[in-house]
């Protein structure tokens, strides 16, 4: 059996964050230990990047922007994710390597197969089991936000392009993907996620 690492993916507003937040709850309730993790950032190194990234202050070029999460994402499967997994605790994370292959790959149009090229050598096999997509319109989604960092002030277009993204990772990988309506009300979302971690574990 797979081992339980879950990202919960989405555009902008999707309701990420929360909703890992309250599925974790409810796996602790179960009595499973749970780890919960978020991209860029769970570690020294991954925080600090995190500042560089989502600063309206700084504007890094595409392919150093790309860079830049992988650096931060390799950092957190070495140190946090892959012993977490090991000792045998569930890993939530409020987005993985996906967000890069829509975000940067599609979004920034550097090409999904390069921005995996890129993460692949440093994640060393630590990928999501299972990915949580949880779709949500992209103006619906940005009207969500009360503050907004750099890359999700990008505007409507850029966020049906990383939409689209996401939506061509899960249409080519099934088995991986499973895709939630995130614009339903928000405890039908948590129950719909919580069923298909169960299901799978």
């Known amino acids: 059996m797979s081992r339980p ?4 993916e989405g555009i902008e507003g999707a309701g990420k964050s929360t909703v890992a937040g309250r599925v974790g709850s409810r796996l602790e309730r179960d009595g499973h230990r749970v780890l919960r993790v978020r991209e860029p ?5 991954g925080e600090s ?3 560089i990234l989502l600063s309206h202050e700084l504007e890094p070029a595409p ?7 992988a650096a931060a994402r390799a950092q957190l499967a070495s140190a946090i994710i892959g012993p977490a997994l090991d000792a045998g605790t569930w890993v939530l994370s409020d987005r993985s390597v996906y967000s890069s292959l829509a975000y940067q790959g599609a979004g920034r149009a550097l090409g999904i197969d390069a921005v995996r090229g890129v993460n692949e050598p440093g994640l060393l ?3 999501p089991s299972l990915v949580i997509l949880l779709a949500v319109d992209p103006a619906e989604g ?3 936000q009360s503050v907004g960092d750099r890359i999700g002030d990008e505007g409507v277009e850029f966020q049906q392009a990383v939409a689209d993204g996401f939506a061509g990772a899960a249409a080519s990988d099934p088995g991986r993907f499973v895709i939630i309506d995130a614009s339903a009300p928000l405890d039908d979302v948590v129950d719909a996620a919580y ?3 169960r299901d799978r574990w």
Do not use: K, Q
């Not at 690492?5 to 919960?8: K, P, S």
């Open 195 to 197: 069923r298909e971690i």
């Open 41 to 45: 950032g769970g570690t020294a190194v």
């Open 49 to 51: 990047i995190r500042s």
């Open 63 to 69: 392919w150093t922007e790309a860079l830049l999460f």
């Open 142 to 144: 940005l009207a969500r």
């Open 125 to 127: 096999g630590v990928w």
């Open 5 to 8: 690492y879950v990202a919960f």
